[in-house]
């Protein structure tokens, strides 16, 4: 008798997905619970059935959703027997608990699956303890829902002391985890902190957006790298940084960061504020709009939101829309760019189309940060000309009686001191022109 066929990778869990829609929130145009249906695609889940959502003007603090709907989806679990249910809301851990005993079947919130997907995609030591210091945060104030076999049952002997001690025991575990991670961390970002000083002289550009805006495809597209660029939400987490060369000579540094989300647990963004204040407080962000998207008004303004808490409300910004080519109608592009407070390039990062109009927005950008400088450098000094040519647009270039090279640069003014500090006693440098901004990034 031949033995059964064992599967040879575990099955995708499959759950329900169900949440309350509050006023103020933003309606999804693919239909609600959508983005709660692709976040749980992102962590290797199967979403099964249609979903079930409830308007409701204030939550229900037992249970978040009315009673009534509450009892449909718990019809809905006998039926299709998930693994899980997913609301796509946050619930306190007595909510938790009370929908669990309701739906006999595992309860997942919205804090959870996003957890769950970074904890899944992290790759750097920093990201790791990121995630694990917003892991952490989350289980704080549930971990009573972890000890519930435990719970003081009446009339037995010997179960009301274990459960509580193991459950401060658990308590001042975690809290002593939260403080190493967050010294670690601080650590890590002092470390990172040393390296974005010691290229000072560069121009530094963010790329930020939404998830899965486009923006590790416009990264590879402009800088000939080839990172994870997958159809996914949070296909991103770690901050990584290239060197983007300019049609007009200069090498700028170009970094690509974690997606926004609307939504976002606050104890997530506050975990990975150090790696989002590194890309916002960049000379200049390229926040990436997917512009073929129905909700792309609203991921817009949740981008926004969230870079007003967090980054300085002087900051440069060129708003870059993405995926064109999918755009049926240049007048839906129209209505989303119309009452904007930063300049518009539309672009497709597949197919390249209007990258040279962004070639030519970053540039006029960096010129006004920039100083005209005329610098004389010996003819034969082909080192410092390459390092002028790369730090620098070169404006003008003449030799000079065949004894040296007479060069009209914009260059920033922390390169112009590095090339006078380091250049030899021969190099005449004469300023022509101060920036007409200051640098973003030099004052924060």
């Not at 060069?407 to 004469?430: C, K």
């Amino acid at each position: 008798m031949s033995k059964a066929p064992t599967p040879s990778r575990r099955p995708r869990e499959r759950i329900l997905v169900c949440g309350v829609q509050f006023p103020g929130q933003v309606v999804e145009h693919d239909g609600a619970l959508s983005e709660m249906r692709a976040l749980l695609e992102a962590a290797g889940a199967e979403p099964v059935g249609s979903g079930i959502c409830q308007r409701k003007p204030v939550p229900d603090p037992g249970t978040l959703m009315g009673h009534g709907k509450v009892q449909e989806v718990a019809r809905e679990v006998e039926l299709l027997e998930p693994d899980a249910v997913a609301v796509d809301n946050d619930l306190t851990p007595g909510q938790i608990r009370n929908l669990e005993k309701a739906w006999k079947v595992r309860v997942l919130d919205r804090s959870e699956v996003i957890l769950d997907i970074f904890s899944r995609r992290a790759r750097t030591r920093q990201a790791r303890l990121q995630v694990e210091l917003a892991q952490a945060q989350y289980l704080l104030p549930r971990l009573r829902r972890m000890w519930t076999h435990l719970e003081r049952m009446e009339g037995a002997v010997g179960t009301r002391g274990p459960g509580e001690t193991q459950l401060e025991t658990d308590r001042r575990l975690l809290r002593r985890r939260v403080l190493e991670l967050r010294r670690e961390l601080s650590e890590i970002e002092e470390r990172r902190l040393r390296e974005v000083r010691s290229r000072s002289d560069q121009f530094t550009i963010g790329l930020v957006g939404y998830t899965n805006a486009g923006k590790s495809t416009l990264l590879n597209r402009l800088t000939g790298s080839d990172e994870l660029a997958a159809d996914m939400l949070f296909a991103t987490l770690d901050t990584r940084t290239r060197q983007w060369r300019l049609r007009d000579g200069r090498t700028v540094l170009l970094s690509d960061t974690v997606g926004f989300l609307q939504r976002l647990p606050h104890h997530l963004v506050a975990s990975f504020h150090a790696t989002l204040e590194e890309a916002v407080h960049a000379d200049l962000l390229l926040h990436v709009v997917d512009a073929a998207h129905p909700d792309a008004a609203q991921q817009l303004a949740a981008v926004e939101e969230v870079l007003d808490s967090i980054a300085p409300s002087h900051r440069s910004e060129l708003l870059v829309f993405n995926k064109v080519d999918a755009l049926g109608e240049s007048l839906a592009m129209q209505m989303l760019g119309r009452d904007l407070r930063h300049e518009v390039v539309p672009i497709s990062a597949r197919t390249g189309e209007g990258l040279e109009r962004l070639d030519a927005a970053v540039s006029r950008k960096l010129d006004a940060r920039s100083a005209r400088v005329q610098v004389e450098v010996p003819i034969a000094d082909g080192r410092t000309m390459a390092a002028i040519r790369r730090l620098g647009a070169v404006l003008e270039e003449e030799t000079v009686e065949a004894r040296c090279v007479r060069m009209t640069v914009r260059i920033s003014e922390a390169a112009l001191g590095n090339l006078r500090r380091s250049a030899p006693a021969d190099i005449e440098v004469t300023v022509l022109d101060r920036p007409v901004e200051p640098r973003v990034a030099a004052e924060g």
